[in-house]
C-alpha cells in the first residue's frame, strides 16, 4: 500500500499492528538500529471517537470542579500580584485563592444548572484507530522491512 509522507515523498507500508504501541515499538526498533526515522510515519486507519463516561454530573460536583479550577486561577493571580504586595504577599495570595475558589464555585454549579439536565455526565473522548501502519518513504522501504524481518521471532 502507498500513501504520501507530509513532505511530499512517497511512502510504503512496511508493517500493520492491531495496537499502537506495537506500531510504536516497531519504529523504536528501527530508530535503534539506526534507520532513519524521520522518514517513516505511524498511520492510523479506521479512525472512531470513542467517549468514557467517567460519571454523574450534579450541581454539587461541578460546583467542586469549578471551585478547583478556580482555585487555581486565583493562586496564579495572586502570585503574580504578590510580587508587587511587599511584605503582606501571602495574603494576597490567600485571599486571591479563596476568591477564586468561591467564584469558581459559584461559576460552576450556575453553569451546569443552566444546561437544564441536558448533559447530566461527564466524560473524556479519545480518537482510536482499528490498527496503526508503520509507514517508511519508498526509497528505505526495502532496509525498514529486512530490519523489523529480522524483529520477528521465526
Do not use: C
Amino acid at each position: 500500500m502507498t500513501s504520501t509522507l507530509v513532505d511530499g515523498r512517497p511512502t510504503v507500508t512496511v508493517a500493520s499492528y492491531p495496537e499502537y504501541p506495537l506500531a510504536q515499538h516497531a519504529v523504536d526498533h528501527l530508530s535503534d538500529r539506526g534507520f532513519p526515522v524521520n522518514r517513516v510515519a505511524i498511520v492510523g486507519t479506521g479512525l472512531r471517537t470513542v467517549e468514557k463516561v467517567t460519571g454523574r454530573m450534579t450541581v454539587a460536583r461541578a460546583a467542586l470542579t469549578g471551585a478547583a479550577t478556580g482555585a487555581w486561577i486565583g493562586l496564579l493571580i495572586g502570585l503574580l500580584l504578590g510580587i508587587f504586595a511587599g511584605g503582606g504577599w501571602w495574603w494576597v495570595i490567600i485571599t486571591a485563592t479563596a476568591l477564586g475558589l468561591v467564584w469558581g464555585a459559584a461559576f460552576g454549579a450556575v453553569a451546569h444548572a443552566l444546561t437544564g439536565g441536558r448533559r447530566d455526565f461527564s466524560s473524556v473522548s479519545a480518537l482510536q484507530a482499528s490498527s496503526y501502519a508503520v509507514e517508511v518513504a519508498a526509497d528505505r522501504a526495502d532496509e525498514a522491512m529486512r530490519v523489523l524481518d529480522r524483529a520477528r521471532p521465526h
